[in-house]
C-alpha cells in the first residue's frame, strides 16, 4: 500500500505523522498555511473553506470549495487541494506574487477589514469564478435577481461564510466584478484534465485506522469484520462530532468514492440517485428535473456544505431534523440498502424506526434513493428556520399533490422537526385525497395538518408555533396554486 500523501498548491506532502481524526484545517495550519482559518469548527462559518480538485459535471474537473475543518486529511489521500495562499501567481526574484483576480477584487472594493475570514470568502469565491457553466449577461440589465450578478455570479456560492465587521456589500461588489478565466489561467486550465483518481487507503497511527476499499463489495466485506466502524461520506456531521465533542473511532470506513455509490440514473419509471453523490453534483446534474428537491438545494446548509454532504449521509444519521426526509417522504422514495449478503429496497416511510434508528442493520449501506415516476405536478418545500440559510429547521413540510379537474386525486406530505422521526402527514393526506382542491378542503385539512407529530418546546421552537406553521404550510401552497391559475 503507498503512503499516504495529499498534493497542496501544487506540492505533495506526507499526510504521516497525522492522526486519522486529523482535520484538513489542522493538517494545513501545522504546516504554515495559515491563511485556512477555524472559526466555528462545525461547518458554519466557511474561514475554513479550501478547493478540492473533484470530477466535474461539464468538464473533466471542477473546483469545489469545501469546510477544511470537517474533512479528515485522510479522507483527501491522493487528491489535491488548493488554499487561498496556492491562489496567488509566483511572481520574479525579489517581487511579490501577482494577486488571483479575485484576491485583487477583494483587495481593491474594500471586502476585507480584520481579514480572518477573507480567505475563506476568496477561495468560495474562487470555486464560483471557476464554475464552468458561469456566463456573463450580454446586457447588465437582463440581471434582475439581486443574488445572481451581471457576470454570471451565483451569490448563493458564498452562503455558508460569515464575516462580522467588513459588511457583505464590498464582499458582494467584488463577487459581480470578477471577470470570466483567461485562457493562461493555470487553475482554469487544470479543469480540462481528468481529477485524481480515488485511491484505496489504509492509514493507521496511533490504535486507530481511516479505511478506504476500491469497491463496494470490499467494502461491505470490511463492514462486515469491522460492524462497529464510523461511515462517513463527506464528514459533515462526523467533522461536527470530532471537532466539538471530542469523539474518536477506532476505525473510520470513507464511502465517498465508491462508484456504485456515485450513479444516477434516470429511467422510465424511476430516478436512482447514488447515496455518496454530493448534494451539488446531484443538483447540477438533475437541472431541476425534480422540481421539490430543485427547490430544496438552495435551502440546505450552504453551498460549502452541499458540496461535501450525500442524501446518504443526511438519511443514515437519522436526524428528525434533516431536510431531504421530508422531501423524499413526499416524493414516496425508497432507500436501497446493500450488505455483504445483497441488498432490499425499503419504502422511505418505513425506514425510520425512532430516534436516529432506522431498519438499516449493522454492515449495511445506504446504496441508492430510488425516487418513483411519473412526478406529482403540485410541489413545495417550506423550511421554517431563524436564518434564511446555513441553518437547522425548526419545522419543514414537503408537498407532492396530484390535482386533476379540480379535484386532489393523491396527497403526499413529508413533515420534519415535529416527531422523534422524520414523518407522513397520512391523516392530512387522507383529509385531502379526493376532495375538491378549493379553501374550504384546504382549511379544514390545515387544522388536521396541526396536530399531525408530536411537536416540541426547545430552543428553535415552541410546539404551539411548530403546529401553526404547519397549517400555514398547506394555506401558503393553496395561495400559490391559485395564484399561478389565476395569472
Known amino acids: ?20 481524526n ?14 485556512t482559518k477555524e472559526g466555528c469548527a462545525e461547518g458554519e462559518c466557511g474561514a475554513c473553506s479550501v478547493l478540492v480538485a473533484r470530477p466535474g459535471v461539464n468538464r473533466p474537473t471542477d473546483w469545489v470549495a469545501v469546510n477544511a475543518c470537517l474533512v479528515p486529511v485522510a479522507a483527501l489521500d491522493g487528491q489535491e487541494i488548493i488554499t487561498s495562499e496556492g ?8 517581487k511579490p506574487p501577482t494577486l488571483h483576480p479575485v484576491q485583487e477584487e477583494m483587495a481593491v472594493r474594500g471586502g476585507s477589514q480584520c481579514g480572518y475570514c477573507t480567505p475563506g470568502f476568496v477561495c468560495s469565491m474562487a470555486a464560483e469564478y471557476y464554475r464552468p457553466d458561469r456566463c456573463a449577461h450580454a446586457d447588465p440589465a437582463d440581471s434582475t435577481d439581486h443574488e445572481q450578478g451581471p457576470n454570471g455570479f451565483d451569490l448563493h456560492a458564498l452562503s455558508g461564510n460569515l464575516c462580522r465587521c467588513t459588511g457583505y456589500r464590498p464582499i458582494r461588489d467584488a463577487a459581480f ?3 470570466m478565466p483567461t485562457d493562461e489561467d493555470p487553475l482554469a486550465q487544470r479543469r480540462e484534465q ?21 469497491t463496494l463489495a470490499e467494502t461491505l466485506q ?7 466502524a464510523v461511515v462517513v461520506a463527506g464528514s459533515t456531521d462526523w467533522g461536527v462530532e470530532v471537532n466539538i465533542r471530542s469523539r474518536r473511532a477506532d476505525c473510520v470506513i470513507a464511502i465517498d468514492r465508491l462508484s456504485e455509490l456515485r450513479e444516477l440514473r434516470v429511467e422510465s419509471d424511476h430516478i436512482e440517485i447514488g447515496a455518496a453523490l454530493t448534494l451539488t453534483e446531484i443538483e447540477r446534474h438533475l437541472d431541476g428535473g425534480i422540481p421539490l428537491l430543485a427547490e430544496l438545494f438552495p435551502q440546505f446548509a450552504s453551498r460549502l456544505i452541499r458540496n461535501t454532504a450525500t442524501l446518504g449521509g443526511n438519511l443514515g444519521t437519522g436526524s428528525p431534523i434533516g431536510d431531504s426526509p421530508p422531501v423524499l417522504l413526499a416524493l414516496e422514495a425508497s432507500v436501497v440498502l446493500a450488505g455483504a449478503d445483497g441488498q432490499r429496497e425499503v419504502p422511505l416511510a ?5 430516534y436516529r434508528q432506522s431498519v438499516r442493520r449493522p454492515g449495511e449501506l445506504i446504496r441508492a434513493v430510488r425516487i418513483p415516476r411519473p412526478l406529482s405536478p403540485v410541489t413545495a418545500f417550506h423550511k421554517i428556520a431563524k436564518r434564511r440559510f446555513d441553518d437547522i429547521s425548526s419545522v419543514a413540510i414537503a408537498f407532492a399533490l396530484d390535482v386533476e379537474d379540480g379535484i386532489v386525486r393523491k396527497a403526499r406530505i413529508g413533515l420534519g422537526g415535529v416527531a422523534a422521526t422524520p414523518i407522513r402527514a397520512l391523516t392530512t393526506e387522507a383529509a385531502l385525497e379526493g376532495r375538491p382542491w378549493a379553501a374550504e378542503t384546504v382549511e379544514a385539512a390545515a387544522r388536521v395538518l396541526q396536530a399531525e407529530g ?4 426547545d430552543h428553535r421552537a415552541s410546539a404551539a408555533y411548530r403546529s401553526a406553521m404547519l397549517g400555514q404550510s398547506l394555506l401558503k401552497l393553496y395561495a400559490r396554486t391559485t395564484e399561478a391559475v389565476s395569472s
Open 1 to 20: 500500500m503507498v503512503a499516504a500523501r495529499i498534493t497542496v498548491n501544487g506540492k505533495e506532502a506526507p499526510i504521516s505523522p497525522a492522526a486519522p
Open 22 to 35: 486529523t482535520t484538513v484545517l489542522a493538517f494545513l495550519r501545522e504546516r504554515g498555511l495559515t491563511g
Open 177 to 179: 466584478a470578477v471577470g
Open 222 to 228: 470490511l463492514l462486515r469484520e469491522r460492524p462497529d
Open 454 to 457: 408530536t411537536p416540541m418546546d
Open 350 to 354: 418505513d425506514y425510520f424506526t425512532g
Open 87 to 94: 491562489l496567488a501567481t509566483a511572481g520574479e526574484p525579489g
Open 194 to 214: 481528468s481529477p485524481p483518481a480515488p485511491v484505496a487507503t489504509e492509514y493507521a497511527q496511533d490504535d486507530s485506522e481511516f479505511l478506504r476499499k476500491s
